[in-house]
């Protein structure tokens, strides 16, 4: 795992080493340069693979092509032994070095072999090209500015910021974007002139000019696998081979255990494959509706792991301005706070820790996807009685339980007038249009935020609704929430974070599933359950979804309240000038007042002060300190 960065045209030495600096925390173990006057390539390495060789970046044979690679290649044997028999020489035993004679062979082509995590940047000296890539899903990041026919690119936002030369003008497009979902999707970034490249994608830059374009994308066109067996065995099989592949590893490994259905299916399929002991780590909450602690320490008993706990409190406002720093850009799931925790608990013991990030998109995990299916029912209710209880669902109170069964309720009622996609993009929205244009200062873009959802909505390769929103899921939520803030925080404790349901095959794989087979009747997870039957305890296929979140409501009602107090005081929001002072005090107000919840909101605004004091406010006095450890030496 590595940062990396670099530039092509006219490379700044020092401003090179800034950026590697800015990056350590992602890499401490080693840092490399390579610098031909035409481009500057920089790479920070936390050690996985190859412990010894592997420095970065790498060379081909003949040195004309150089490597930045941050991630795994977690089929880099079968490739290497490949290549070695077509007569290529490798220097090193890493993964990444895999890459660069793939593309001696097929070009851009490489990009169809590889299975695994990685954004990386290949630099063809002979023909002065750089191509970028992220991987398929997006479990990487990566950033990059064109300008002026120069590329400047990085694995964090932060580290393009050291050019003096790069705006920091908030772009309102982003910021209405964070405002209605609580992150960006991509490829906006909060700044203007700053892109983050989309999962799935490449960018060629070649005579001053760069490309976008796709490498791959999720194909709902193949046979479909309507047979509920052969769909068992063939699921069941892909995640066995997905948790084999992602224990590829010279050091340390862990697992993220909660006391849900994806981090448990982890944990018994890598005892499946290892047969040895396993260091699980686990968070748990003095509120008891949200505690996980009793029924994970029970998944760990049941397959004999080493297990660790750490009981979370609302101390975490203290820590909050570092994690702002992490994030690079404004992102208001709270479930970042306990993502950052559990690394640094699982830091003290390893170096790289699985997780069950993406099993709620694949096998039909969230309530939303419930929703979606009643809705279509709820439609049989004529149009004038739907509207009337939408009207009056307003007044359905807010629940301080974790899954707040009432808010869900209200929101469904609410948008049951609308479309089928306006329908889902109104559920998973946290401001509606009208309340975005009253809290930002400028009345907001003159686009709809909810357009690029929408675009995905459209373009989505199957019109069956679960099919679409898996689609949307796989565009927007998983990259650019979920694994952006499991990257973020995990290498914010210097751990690698990986993530077996990401895999492409078996994405690929559910793809495939006939809707009544991978989603039958308004259960969570259905299949999953079915599949894992055999291998998990009873008590974890029982236990209803509890989703991996913090106790807001009450922590803003208590412990946080100075905090929000604080940051949301009427004359530091007006001196921001990004939001109306008005619309944000009334926010706090209702949300004190008990009967409607604002915390992922609330959280969501304390979020982006912090940011803009961290990256607006304080940003040169960040960049002088920076710089100046760079000429300290």
Known sequence: MCGIAGMVGQPDPRLLRGMARILAHRGPDDEGFYDDGLVGLAARRLKIIDLVGGHQPLANEDESCWLVFNGEI???????????????????????????????DEGDGCLRHLEGMFAFALWDRPRRRILLARDHLGIKPLYYRLDGGR?????????????????????????ALYLTFL???????????????????????????????????????????????????????????????????????????????????????????????IKTFTLDFEESSFGEAQAARLVAQAFGSEHREFIVRPEVADLLPRLVWHLDEPLGDSSLIVTYLVSELARREVTVAL?????????????????????????????????????????????????????????????????????????????????????????????????????????????????????LDLKTYLPDDLLMLGD?????????????????????LVARLAPEVRAPGLRLKPLLREVMAPLLPAEVLDRPKRGFMVPLTQWFRGPLLPLARDLLAEGRVRAGGLLNSGPVARLLEHHLGGRRAYDDQLFALIVLQLWQAAYLDEWPARRRQVMAEVDRG
Request: hydrophobic content about 40%; charged content about 25%.
């Open 151 to 175: 590329l400047a690119f990085a694995s964090e936002l932060k580290a393009l910021l050291l050019d003096p030369a790069c705006p920091r003008e908030v772009d309102p497009e982003a910021l």
């Open 488 to 508: 973020k925080m995990s290498m914010a404790a210097s751990l690698e974070l990986r993530v077996p349901f990401c895999d492409r095959r078996l994405v690929e």
């Open 74 to 104: 977690y089929n880099f044997r079968e490739l290497r032994h490949r290549l070695e028999q077509k007569g290529h020489r490798f220097r090193s035993r890493t993964d990444g070095e895999t890459i660069l004679h793939l593309y001696e």
């Open 355 to 471: 997780s069950g990030i993406g099993g709620d998109e694949l096998f039909f995990g969230y309530p939303r996807y419930v929703g979606a299916k009643l809705a279509r029912y709820y439609q049989a209710v004529p149009e004038l009685l739907r509207r009337a209880l939408g009207g009056l669902a307003r007044w359905i109170p807010d629940s301080a339980r974790s899954d707040n069964p009432p808010g869900r309720l209200r929101r469904f009622l609410e948008a049951g007038p609308l479309p089928p996609g306006e329908r889902y993009l109104s559920w998973v929205s946290f401001l509606q249009p009208g309340a975005l244009a009253e809290l930002l200062a400028d009345g907001g873009p003159a686009i709809d935020p909810r357009a690029l959802h929408l675009e995905h909505l459209h373009r989505s390769p199957s019109a069956r609704i679960p099919d679409a929103l898996f689609y």
């Open 183 to 277: 992150y960006i999707p991509s490829p906006v970034t909060i700044f203007r002139g700053i892109r983050k490249l989309p999962p799935g994608h490449a960018l060629v830059f070649q005579e001053g000019r760069g490309t976008v374009k796709a490498y791959w994308d999720l194909s709902f066109d193949r046979p479909r696998l309507e047979n509920r067996r052969e769909a068992h065995a063939q699921v069941l099989a892909a995640l066995e081979e997905s948790v084999q592949r992602h224990l590829v590893s010279d050091v340390p490994l862990g697992v993220f255990l909660s006391s849900g259905m994806d981090s448990s299916t982890v944990l018994a399929l890598m005892r499946r494959a290892t047969g040895g002991s």
